[in-house]
């Protein structure tokens, strides 16, 4: 078996309003599914700077994406965000939905158009979950710690027959909110996770070697990825 050589490249696209969007690529194989990322409020794509590696790992490619409302997060500046600043533009949590589906549409053309899979952490997890529910061209989504983060606008109501499978999860303190919201979902194979061995951290976050409950997080996220087969 030929041995991968995996590339990563900082690339740029544009958002719906002309803004330029900073990510990482990481491609081994233009084959494999892509799984993109984002990020949560006051971050940047180096949240997923230890995640990203492990789903290469399991044969995925990976866009870690910065989005206009952020700015830093293991020692990586928010690109897009210091770009929205800096141009005068709306830099509210929800403003940053526009980004999302760029990204997930230039994912989709890099793999011909075929489905993808959408990590979110905190506000963008309820985006992504929001961006599942109306896109045909996403397989799965993947949303750590969303929420009710958006004045006068409910995510419970946007996501309402969301079908397709995902992986929902959060710490123990968020576990009620985390159940309301997705009451109206009706996917067969959606999971929630909540840790059992502690209370667990907000977001990505709860996946970062430095969570003493992080390898709980990883075993049930991973038996979901495997459930999901080839996308």
Same mark, same amino acid.
């Given at each position: 078996?030929?041995? &991968?050589?995996i590339?990563?490249e900082?690339?740029?696209?544009? %958002?719906?309003? %002309?803004?330029s969007?900073t990510?990482? &690529?990481y491609?081994q194989?233009v084959d494999?599914?892509?799984?993109?990322?984002?990020?949560?409020?006051?971050s940047s794509?180096g949240e997923?700077k230890?995640?990203?590696?492990?789903?290469?790992?399991?044969g995925?490619?990976?866009?870690?994406?910065?989005l206009?409302s952020?700015? @830093?997060?293991?020692y990586?500046?928010?690109?897009t965000?210091?770009?929205?600043?800096?141009l005068? *533009?709306?830099r @509210?949590?929800?403003?940053?939905?526009?980004d999302?589906?760029?990204a997930v549409?230039?994912?989709?053309?890099?793999?011909?158009?075929?489905?993808?899979?959408?990590f979110? %952490?905190?506000?963008?997890?309820?985006?992504v979950l929001?961006e599942?529910?109306g896109?045909?061209?996403?397989s799965?989504?993947i949303?750590?710690?969303?929420? @009710?983060?958006?004045?006068?606008?409910?995510v419970?109501d946007?996501?309402?027959?969301?079908s397709i499978?995902?992986?929902v999860?959060g710490?123990?303190?968020?576990?009620?909110y985390? #159940?309301e919201?997705? &009451?109206?979902?009706?996917?067969?194979?959606?999971i929630?996770f909540?840790?059992?061995?502690?209370?667990?951290?907000?977001?990505a976050s709860?996946?970062?070697s430095?969570?003493k409950?992080?390898?709980e #997080?990883? *075993?049930?996220?991973?038996?979901?990825i495997? %459930? &999901?087969?080839?996308?």
């Open positions: 078996m030929p041995v &991968l050589t590339g990563q900082q690339i740029t696209f544009l %958002s719906e309003d %002309s803004l969007i990510a990482d &690529l491609e194989d494999f599914p892509y799984v993109v990322f984002f990020h949560q409020a006051s794509r997923y230890e995640i990203a590696p492990r789903f290469l790992k399991m995925y490619n990976a866009l870690v994406v910065d206009r952020g700015k @830093e997060s293991n990586v500046q928010n690109q965000a210091s770009k929205a600043k800096e005068n *533009l709306a @509210e949590m929800i403003d940053a939905q526009q999302i589906r760029a549409h230039y994912a989709q053309k890099l793999r011909n158009n075929q489905p993808v899979i959408v979110g %952490s905190s506000y963008s997890a309820s985006l929001e599942a529910a896109d045909s061209l996403i799965a989504v949303a750590f710690s969303p929420g @009710e983060y958006f004045r006068g606008y409910s419970k946007s996501i309402e027959g969301l499978p995902y992986f999860s710490s123990q303190p968020e576990k009620d985390i #159940y919201l997705l &009451l109206k979902t009706n996917s067969p194979t959606g929630i909540i840790p059992e061995t502690g209370a667990g951290k907000h977001g709860s996946l970062w430095d969570n409950n992080s390898s #997080y990883w *075993l049930a996220l991973v038996m979901f495997r %459930s &999901l087969g080839s996308n």
